[in-house]
């Protein structure tokens, strides 16, 4: 299984961006897509995730800010971010399993990785 994540940049703050995370097959059907972010000298945190059942979850710190959403035709989960702070920056990865939702939030629980993207919120 491959993931690829796509759609980092450098925006200014108040900004937007939209990251994008590809899978091969059909796989995002019946998995659950999970973002998350790591930013230099932090733990990586989660973000928000997408359920192959079309449930999504946010951190408290995004909610409001950034929503989850898939296109099932072309296998990609979305990352609409919108309203960016520069605590936002990081590297963001999309990563995918079969979870119970109760545990989305745990990294950890998370079999397939992306590359990561970079996001850079800064004036």
């Known amino acids: 299984v491959q993931l690829q994540a796509s759609g980092g940049g450098l925006v200014q703050p108040g900004g937007s961006l939209t990251l994008s995370c590809s899978a091969s097959g059909g796989l995002f059907r019946s998995y659950t897509v999970g973002w998350f972010r790591q930013a230099p000298g932090n733990e990586r945190e989660f973000v928000a995730c997408f359920s192959w059942d079309g449930k999504a979850k946010y951190a408290d710190n995004v909610k409001g800010r950034f929503t989850v959403s898939r296109d099932a035709a072309k296998n990609t989960v979305f990352l609409q971010m919108n309203s960016l702070k520069p605590e936002d920056t990081a590297v963001y990865y999309c990563?995918?399993?079969?979870?119970?939702?109760?545990?989305?939030?745990?990294?950890?629980?998370?079999?397939?990785w992306g590359q990561g993207t970079q996001v850079t919120v800064s004036s």
């Open positions: 990563a995918t399993t079969r979870v119970i939702w109760g545990r989305v939030t745990e990294d950890n629980q998370y079999t397939y």
